[in-house]
């Protein structure tokens, strides 16, 4: 338990939910590329593109960002969750750091000198 109270006050959950949600994002972006190079080449025209007709660019592109959707999801949905979670852990880090504030200016306050008294 204390070791991922330690990764949340560090900030390392929320960092790495959003690092992983930039992977996720480049892994599905090449994914896509891929998909569409390989459609291409299976359609024959992989090593020329001189008979490429518009309509065949828009279903080669259809075939590519089929799976687009769904990488935004899961970028959008991971980087949402790394900034909630530091947005939470920041709150909670200013609430403590108040507290000791006020407990630092309470004691103060409690040990006022009287005359004679040294500090």
């Known amino acids: 338990m204390n070791t991922l109270t330690n990764l949340l006050k560090d900030h390392q959950i929320g960092t790495w939910c959003k690092r992983a949600a ?20 299976q359609f024959g025209y ?6 490429v007709t518009p309509g065949l660019v828009a279903q080669l592109v259809g075939y590519g960002i089929a799976v ?7 970028f959008f949905i991971l980087y949402a969750a790394g900034a909630l979670v530091d947005h939470v852990v920041a709150g909670t880090e200013e609430e403590s750091y108040v507290d000791e504030e006020e407990e ?4 103060a306050e409690d040990e006022e000198v009287t005359p004679g008294q040294m500090r």
């Open 22 to 41: 930039w992977i996720i994002l480049a892994v599905g972006l090449l994914e896509i590329a891929l998909n569409i190079y390989n459609v291409s080449r």
């Open 46 to 51: 992989g090593s020329s593109f001189v008979n």
């Open 68 to 74: 687009l959707p769904s990488i935004l999801f899961y």
């Open 104 to 107: 630092n200016d309470d004691m």
